[in-house]
């Protein structure tokens, strides 16, 4: 009898064993899998609730190895290069935009399959209403076609993940330029890449101003010859290079520039703009195996890509958008800090959320003792501990929950405003993280992290604040949005003091008796 397709949960993975190879499916004449029927599978366990969906092909087991891509099913954005289109009924979702596939795994390969959902299809004109110019795409060597949806050769653009050559450029400021190939199977040169300030603005997470989206330049014709035969080709001598003509200057206001060639909506300002584009994703992972055992090596290696791959794509954006990687079970919206006293969990509180009853410092480790979750004052040199308390309003209990702890510093906000997430929760403010095993149905639990001493804030040029975020975060709001829009999230402001001196007296005389 011929084995059945299988689906497991393995902490925030979902794992689909296949031993037959029945999920392999024949289109245009080559082996692939069957895309849609994974996401069913996903679908009838954890909901229709996710932006991405990310596979990870265990060929080690024997699926077929399909190499890293990507589709996207839902384009709403102008002004990126491409028609806005909407397949989603064919996958019956009315969430899904994207979905991609991995049978290797970089930090900047996840980022690039991700960044296909706006990247890098846009061209530019000199004028408005003028015809689209290629420098961004040219000098493509690999598959025919794939020039139109990545950047080419000669576009310096920067730290990228959006490109196949996968080096970079160096101006040397007399008209030459060097250049660095780098490998992102070495773990250093694949943090390097990320998003340049021209992909976060077509992602919608930047203004299209010169101050967020420098000139860029491409090295035209550069002398000697580029060497390298693919993205792990040979690598190129360092340079110098010598461009010709001198190297073009593009703009962002030529990028956002009409083309008569590309109509709106392909063409103009990216729409929605930063302001009001989509920060908050959710991506499912889904592990295709034909191994039976739930403890293989690939299954807990996925677990670490993923994980590895969410803290990046934050770092990367730096903290302007966010992707939540874990399975949303049913109640996860049950899931809640609160804002005040009176805040009940529901998917927006009113009154003061500066504040937060669930979340409070401690000079010493006692905050979880009872009656000890009052805020004191934070203390300088030394170690203070900061708890945050989830609330779990429904039955069953939630299991891995995570807890993230930030300082932020309200000086920085614009007056009159208020902090925005996720912009606010900037990975370089990360205190700690914390994941709480179970949160019981019905009843609370407690995360605390100690926050050291080099970590507090000097005195001057500060006004502190506490953030914490709870994973699984909210599906909505997506876009840019306040503590109190979301039960996921709490504030407290804070006080912090230098401690008092030893032998100190009331009257402010230090008194030193010797016996």
Known sequence: MPAIITTHVVGNVFVIVDPDGDLETIVAGQTTLDWVQIYTLLRG????????????????????YLGAASDTIYQDAAGIGRWTFNFRSSWGTAKLQHWSHFSFFTLSTMLHEIGHR????????????????HLMHEDWIWT????????GRWLDDQNSCMDYDQAEWVDLGDGTFDRIDRDPTNPVHDEWFGYSPLDQYLMGLVPGNPSAVPDFKVVQNPSP??????????????????????????????????????????SGPRNPTYLNSQRVFHEAVVVITKDSSLTSTFITDSDTWRNSHTANFRRVTPGRAMIDTSLLRDNYADLYVRDNPSDAGGPTSSGTFWLSPDLWVRNIDDGETMGNDVNQNTLRSQSNWIYARVHNGSSPAYENVVVNFYLANFLDLVPGTEFLYPEDWNPEGLLGSVTIPVVPAGGSAIAKIEWTADKIPDATGWHACLLCEVIPMEVEPSGLHHVFENRKLAQRNLTIEDPPMMGMSAAGYFYNYEF
């Open 144 to 151: 025919p076609g794939g020039e139109n949806q990545h950047w």
């Open 118 to 133: 706006w990247l890098a299809f846009v061209n530019y004109a000199s004028a408005p209403a003028t015809p689209a110019l």
């Open 225 to 266: 010859a580029l060497t390298e035969s693919g993205p792990f080709g040979v690598p190129n001598p360092a340079g110098p290079y010598t461009p010709s003509p001198s190297p073009a200057m593009i703009t962002i206001a030529e990028v956002q520039n009409t083309r008569s060639d590309e109509p709106a909506p392909w």
């Open 45 to 64: 366990t954890f909901g229709d609730h996710y932006d991405f969906l990310s596979c990870y092909l265990d060929t080690g087991s024997g699926v077929v």
